[in-house]
T-cell receptor, first 115, second 114 residues
Framework: AQTVTQSQPEMSVQEAETVTLSCTYD???????LFWYKQPPSRQMILVIR????KQQNATENRFSVNFQKAAKSFSLKISDSQLGDAAMYFC????????????WGAGTKLIIKP | DAGVTQSPTHLIKTRGQQVTLRCSPI?????VSWYQQVLGQGPQFIFQ???????GRGNFPDRFSARQFPNYSSELNVNALLLGDSALYLC?????????????FGPGTRLTVL
C-alpha cells in the first residue's frame, strides 16, 4: 500500500522569504500523480500544484514550485516570496494511475507566515 | 459558477444515532468523492462515485454508505455513530473519475458525536 509522509508538523517563515515543505512517499508503482493542497483556516481545500510522475520537469505555478525526485520518492514544495495569505495547512497527496479513485494524504504541515 | 456545496455546515449527534450528509458538485461534474478528516490529520478516502455507481471504497466499516443521484449530487450516511466518527467530512467533485481530473473540494461538514 502507498503511504505519504510529511515530517514537518509546523514550519514558519518570514514574509517575503522562501520556504520549502517536505514530502516523501512510498510506492511500488511507476506511474502516479502527486499533489500539494492548501487548507486555509476557512477549511476549503485548494489544489496548489500537481506533478505527473512520468514527467521529469518539475511543475511550477507562479510562486509555487516542486522538487520532484522520483528515485528518492521525494516531492517537496517551495514557496517563494511568502505572503500572509499563504498561511494554511499544506497537504501532500498521492494518486495511483492504477487504482485511481482515491487520494492518499500526508498528515499535513502547518505553515506560519511572520509579518 | 457555484463551487462544491455541502450541508449542513455543522452537526451534533449522540452515539448510536444516524446521520446524512449532502453534497452538490460543481455543475457538469459527474464524479463525487467523500473524505473523512479527523482533527490534526490528513483526509482519509471513504468513497468515490461516478455516473451514480460506486467506483471505489476506502477502509471504512459498513456503517458508512453513500449514493449518487441522477443530478450527480451525493449523500453520505453513517449509522450507529461512534465517538470516533467525529470529524470534518469533505466532498470533492471532478469532471470525470480519471486520475488526471482535478478534484474540487467543498467546505466540509463538521460532525461532532457526543
Amino acid at each position: 500500500a502507498q503511504t505519504v509522509t510529511q515530517s514537518q508538523p509546523e514550519m514558519s517563515v518570514q514574509e517575503a522569504e522562501t520556504v520549502t515543505l517536505s514530502c516523501t512517499y512510498d510506492t511500488s508503482e511507476s506511474d502516479y500523480y502527486l499533489f500539494w493542497y492548501k487548507q486555509p483556516p476557512s477549511r476549503q481545500m485548494i489544489l496548489v500544484i500537481r506533478q505527473e510522475a512520468y514527467k521529469q520537469q518539475n511543475a511550477t505555478e507562479n510562486r509555487f514550485s516542486v522538487n520532484f525526485q522520483k528515485a528518492a520518492k521525494s516531492f517537496s514544495l517551495k514557496i517563494s516570496d511568502s505572503q500572509l495569505g499563504d498561511a494554511a495547512m499544506y497537504f501532500c497527496a498521492y494518486r495511483s494511475v492504477i487504482s485511481n479513485y482515491q487520494l492518499i494524504w500526508g498528515a499535513g504541515t502547518k505553515l506560519i507566515i511572520k509579518p | 459558477d457555484a463551487g462544491v456545496t455541502q450541508s449542513p455546515t455543522h452537526l451534533i449527534k449522540t452515539r448510536g444515532q444516524q446521520v446524512t450528509l449532502r453534497c452538490s458538485p460543481i455543475s457538469g461534474h459527474k464524479s463525487v468523492s467523500w473524505y473523512q478528516q479527523v482533527l490534526g490529520q490528513g483526509p482519509q478516502f471513504i468513497f468515490q462515485y461516478y455516473e451514480k455507481e460506486e467506483r471505489g471504497r476506502g477502509n471504512f466499516p459498513d456503517r458508512f454508505s453513500a449514493r449518487q443521484f441522477p443530478n450527480y449530487s451525493s449523500e453520505l450516511n453513517v449509522n450507529a455513530l461512534l465517538l470516533g466518527d467525529s470529524a470534518l467530512y469533505l466532498c470533492a467533485s471532478s469532471l470525470g473519475a480519471g486520475v488526471w481530473n482535478e478534484q474540487f473540494f467543498g467546505p466540509g461538514t463538521r460532525l461532532t458525536v457526543l
